[in-house]
């Protein structure tokens, strides 16, 4: 299944909780950069963001727009000396008379964002607008289109460690999920897993989301026929256990997943009795995933789950002794994030009455 791309609340949600200040977007041409940007702008600034835009003419020219002018100027420009694969050679005067001032114009102007569309090959011919942009970074917050190409002036950008950076080729690293589907339902009174909720098994979302081409890989692991029943009949990954504790969920799927993906980079351990947990709030989860931190959903009641382990806690998380990941929560504070989420996405079905109040939720959800 390829690859989901992230929505743009799902991208503004992600860069709010990482604390950078940019918003970086790369990736190959065509593949959506500026459109995106154009997603974003509203969700990022109530007025007109300030900076500029560029555009080609294929063996022409390239121009860059100031935004809040409309002056144009020549940027790039075609010539018999271009070198192969380029297609433009930089026309500096474009970058002077128009481009400086539109960056120091968008450094000055009241709105708190300034958008750059985009960044090229052609910007490393003019130092002096190089610095200028630079300067802006310094100035306020910037989202920035970055052409995928491999420059000293955009490398430096991309590696600024107040940039978060998107590259829609790979939006999300390997990451691999564990629906957790091993809970004997006793305060429910039966297998809940299997109960009906909106004409479907409770863990049916579950299965859905891990599933839904946001990861590298997947598996519910569980101690229930009837759910490997299910997973069998949707086509999704499955490991029937027979184990007693919350570790040996824990073990059994990291373990799993590892032998099939030995290059995670992180491991989401998500309930199977949570139907209201977003997609949205997935992606941006997914967004935040790091080797070395923890990243929790939480809500105005305190953090909970989904839980995301980056892969330096993968070798705690496989020699658990009887608990859950929360005994290596306890070991990392200082590494453990939180992803802010609506409270009734976080809310489990314990009891037949939970059940019922997640179905009226989820009508106005």
């Known amino acids: 299944m390829p690859a989901a791309k992230p929505t743009a609340r799902s991208i503004i949600r992600s860069l709010e909780v990482s604390r950078k200040k940019h918003l970086f977007i790369t990736g190959s041409r065509g593949i959506g950069k500026s459109t995106l940007a154009q997603q974003l702008l509203p969700l990022l600034a109530d007025s007109p963001v300030p900076g500029f835009a560029t555009h080609v003419t294929p063996q022409v020219c ?6 809040s002018t409309g002056r144009c100027g020549t940027i790039g420009q075609a010539t018999q000396n271009t070198l192969p694969g380029l297609g433009m050679q930089c026309a500096e005067d474009g970058f002077l008379s128009v481009g400086i001032p539109a960056l120091q114009a968008a450094a000055e102007a009241p709105c708190a964002w300034a958008v750059l569309d985009e960044l090229g090959y052609l910007e490393s011919g003019c130092a ?3 610095a200028s942009v630079e300067a802006l970074l310094d100035a306020k917050r910037v989202l920035a289109v970055l052409r995928k190409q491999d420059t ?3 490398n430096r950008l991309r590696s600024r460690d107040d940039v978060f950076l998107l590259d829609l080729d790979v939006p999300y690293p390997a990451v691999g999920c564990v629906v957790m589907a091993s809970g004997l339902g006793r305060r429910f009174g039966s297998n809940k897993l299997l109960a009906d909720f909106g004409g479907q098994p409770l863990i049916h979302r579950a299965i859905t989301l891990a599933g839904s081409g946001l990861f590298a890989a997947d598996i519910t692991v569980t101690r229930h ?4 029943a299910l997973c069998n009949a949707l086509e999704r990954p499955v490991l029937l256990h027979s184990e007693p504790n919350r570790c040996d969920t824990v073990r059994l799927g990291l373990s799993a997943l ?6 995670l980079q992180a491991c989401l351990f ?3 009795d949570q139907p209201l947990f977003s997609a949205e709030s997935l992606s941006s989860l997914l967004l935040l995933a790091d080797p070395h931190a923890i990243w929790r959903a939480c809500g105005s009641h305190g953090a909970g789950s989904p839980v995301l382990f980056g892969r330096d806690y993968f070798d705690e998380l496989l020699h658990l002794t009887k608990g859950g990941g929360s005994e290596v929560l306890q070991r990392h504070p200082d590494a453990v994030h939180l992803l802010p989420c609506p409270d009734c996405e976080l809310r489990d079905a314990d009891t037949p009455a939970a059940l019922a109040e997640l179905e009226k939720s989820s009508n106005h959800f």
């Not at 390239?62 to 935004?67: A, E, G, H, N, R």
């Not at 026929?225 to 490997?228: D, P």
């Open 152 to 154: 000293p002036f955009l």
């Open 258 to 263: 590892l032998q099939q993906c030995p290059q």
């Open 128 to 130: 002096p607008f190089c």
């Open 270 to 272: 998500l309930p199977g």
């Open 62 to 67: 390239v121009t860059l727009q100031d935004l």
């Open 225 to 228: 026929t009837t759910v490997q």
